[in-house]
T-cell receptor, first 114, second 114 residues
Framework: AQSVAQPEDQVNVAEGNPLTVKCTYS??????LFWYVQYPNRGLQFLLK??????LVKGSYGFEAEFNKSQTSFHLKKPSALVSDSALYFC????????????FGTGTLLAVQP | AAGVIQSPRHLIKEKRETATLKCYPI?????VYWYQQGPGQDPQFLIS???????DKGSIPDRFSAQQFSDYHSELNMSSLELGDSALYFC?????????????FGPGTRLTVL
């Protein structure tokens, strides 16, 4: 069965510092991995995805993610955090095959202090 | 750019009442997904449609039903509402029914059952 894990409920970082939000996955077959961000009382906004190719994926708002097959990880990164990046971040995997539902991790709350 | 539209944005119902949630996908998107997000939880897949046919079903109660219409909009019908149905309900759409396709989420409908 496909699954993703986000080991940290919350990540705290100072504005201007680099940030990392961790995600590990477990899939059978090719992993199709996604990152979404959710602001309070808002929908999920797509940030980036890994399908194939380069292990470093660049996305919206300066975010990027590194796919590591040997460590089965897909960590979200940003070189310099902004206070406005404070939100809930979800890693997800697409199940593929006859169904393409997304299976989400439990989410990581990112808090960027000024 | 056009986004996924959901209506209503907020809905308050009494126990045992019925509710209908509507979703209008991004133009030319033929696949619609419904997810339920309980308080402090990650989104859980309910049901999906591709080209007006149900493509997959998740942990959706028998009290819930859904369909996709000829114009590709979708409706989630919920009957005999229970307190536990209180949640944020998201609709997402994608261009095709492919595991690699990005699912774009609407702003959600917040359902409160009293």
């Amino acid at each position: 069965a496909q699954s993703v894990a986000q080991p940290e409920d919350q990540v705290n970082v100072a504005e201007g510092n680099p940030l990392t939000v961790k995600c590990t996955y477990s899939v059978s077959g090719n992993p199709y991995l996604f990152w979404y961000v959710q602001y309070p009382n808002r929908g999920l906004q797509f940030l980036l995805k890994y399908i194939t190719g380069d292990n470093l994926v660049k996305g919206s708002y300066g975010f990027e993610a590194e796919f590591n097959k040997s460590q089965t990880s897909f960590h979200l990164k940003k070189p310099s955090a902004l206070v406005s990046d404070s939100a809930l971040y979800f890693c997800a995997v697409s199940t593929g095959g006859a169904t393409n539902k997304l299976i989400f991790g439990t989410g990581t709350l990112l808090a960027v202090q000024p | 750019a056009a986004g996924v539209i959901q209506s209503p944005r907020h809905l308050i119902k009494e126990k045992r009442e019925t509710a209908t949630l509507k979703c209008y996908p991004i133009p030319r998107h033929d696949t619609v997904y419904w997810y339920q997000q309980g308080p402090g939880q990650d989104p859980q897949f309910l049901i999906s449609f591709y080209e007006k046919m149900q493509s997959d079903k998740g942990s959706i109660p028998d009290r819930f039903s859904a369909q996709q219409f000829s114009d590709y909009h979708s409706e989630l019908n919920m009957s005999s509402l229970e307190l536990g149905d209180s949640a944020l309900y998201f609709c997402a759409s994608s261009l095709n029914f492919l595991a690699t396709d990005t699912q774009y989420f609407g702003p959600g409908t917040r359902l409160t059952v009293l």
